[in-house]
Nanobody, 124 residues
Framework: QVHLVESGGGSVQAGGSLRLSCAAS????????MGWFRQAPGKEREGVAT????????WYADSVKGRFTISLDYAQNTVYLQMDSLRPEDTAMYYC?????????????????WGQGTQVTVSS
C-alpha cells in the first residue's frame, strides 16, 4: 500500500520549466514502478514517464523525450518530474502513480495507487 501526494504544478509560459514532486508514504521499502501520467480535457490519460525504484530503468513518452526528466530521491521517498521547454500541448492534469510492475509503455489502468493530481497550464 502506497500513499502519494503531488505538488509543484502551476501556470507557465511556453518555453518555461516546472518541477513536479510526488511524496510517497506507506510500504516504500518495496520496489515499485513510479509513473507520471497526464490527462487533458477530453483526452485519454497517457503515460509521460516511469522509473523503477529497484533499478535505473526509465521510460519516456516520445512527446516529452529530451524535455522531461524523471528522478527518484530515495532518502525523501519522492519522485520528481522536471519539465523543461514546456509547450501549450503539455497542459494537463498530471498524476503520480505506483504499481508493482513496470510495463513500457505504461498502462494507466494497471496502476494501483494514485495521487490527487496537480494542474499544469502552459500558455503560448
Amino acid at each position: 500500500q502506497v500513499h502519494l501526494v503531488e505538488s509543484g504544478g502551476g501556470s507557465v509560459q511556453a518555453g518555461g520549466s516546472l518541477r513536479l514532486s510526488c511524496a510517497a508514504s506507506g510500504d516504500t521499502y518495496r520496489y515499485y514502478c513510479m509513473g507520471w501520467f497526464r490527462q487533458a480535457p477530453g483526452k485519454e490519460r497517457e503515460g509521460v514517464a516511469t522509473a523503477y525504484t529497484g533499478g535505473s530503468s526509465t521510460w519516456y513518452a516520445d512527446s516529452v523525450k529530451g524535455r522531461f526528466t524523471i528522478s527518484l530521491d530515495y532518502a525523501q521517498n519522492t519522485v520528481y518530474l522536471q519539465m523543461d521547454s514546456l509547450r501549450p500541448e503539455d497542459t494537463a492534469m498530471y498524476y503520480c502513480a505506483a504499481d508493482e510492475g513496470c510495463a513500457h509503455p505504461p498502462a494507466w489502468k494497471e496502476y494501483n495507487w494514485w495521487g490527487q493530481g496537480t494542474q499544469v497550464t502552459v500558455s503560448s
